[in-house]
Structure formats: structure tokens, C-alpha cells
């Protein structure tokens, strides 16, 4: 299911069980985080835009597995939609929490790929 606004956004996933990486051309294409029952699955259309999707586990083909990441073990507590100067949506950005710490992290469309940005406040 397509999430058409970041208002519909689901924040009952859970901790973060899995991530996943699609490279094409050594360029970021989708990524898949894996929570208990759901996937959400970030992807780039042909506008450079961002999508978001909220999908019962989808299978996992060519999709690499990241196995350590700073994110696993967190849940998402908040999410931004960002829209740029031309009116795209070509970014998100969320914030990962656990007992211990949190992270924010910047999803960016950017020449037809997705760039992935680790925040820290300064």
C-alpha cells in the first residue's frame, strides 16, 4: 500500500528486525526496512521522487542485507516528508529511538538514486 502522506505513516511497527539495500549500477534504488509484521519499502521513481509503501514482508530477490547498521534494534518515533523549491517530494527523514540512544536519518533523491544521510545536531 503506497503511503500517500506522511500523516498515514503506521508508528506501530516495532523495533527494526532487518534492513535491505537494492543497487542498480552501484546506485541505491530501494531500501526495505523489516519490522516484526510489515516492510516499509522506500523507492525512486523516474521524477527523482521518493516513494513511500507499507507492505506485508514482500520477498527478498536481489536485495542486499545489511547486517550492521546503527538502526537495527530502534523503532521509528518521527518521520518528515520534505518537499523541495520545485515542489518534489524528494526526501524523507526519520528518527530511530531505542532505551539507550536515537538516530535521525535523511533519505534524499538525488540524480535518479537514493541517498541515505546519518543527521547529528551541532
Known amino acids: 500500500m503506497k503511503i500517500n502522506h506522511i500523516t498515514d505513516f503506521d ?3 516495532g523495533y527494526l528486525e532487518e534492513l535491505f539495500y537494492l543497487y542498480e549500477d552501484n546506485d541505491l534504488m530501494k531500501i526495505i526496512f523489516r519490522f516484526k509484521d510489515k516492510d516499509l519499502i522506500v523507492t525512486i521513481t523516474d521524477l527523482d521522487e521518493l516513494e513511500l509503501f507499507m507492505e506485508e514482508h514482500i520477498k527478498i530477490i536481489n536485495e542486499e542485507k545489511i547486517k550492521k547498521s546503527i538502526l537495527l534494534g530502534k523503532k521509528i ?10 515542489g518534489y ?3 524523507f527523514q526519520f528518527e530511530f529511538i531505542n532505551d539507550k540512544d536515537e538516530v535521525k536519518i535523511q533519505l534524499l533523491a538525488i540524480a535518479n538514486r537514493i541517498k541515505c544521510y546519518s543527521l547529528k545536531e551541532y
Open 89 to 91: 517530494n524528494d526526501a
Open 11 to 13: 508508528f506501530n511497527l
Open 77 to 86: 518515533m518521527w518521520s518528515w516528508a520534505l518537499t523541495n523549491q520545485q
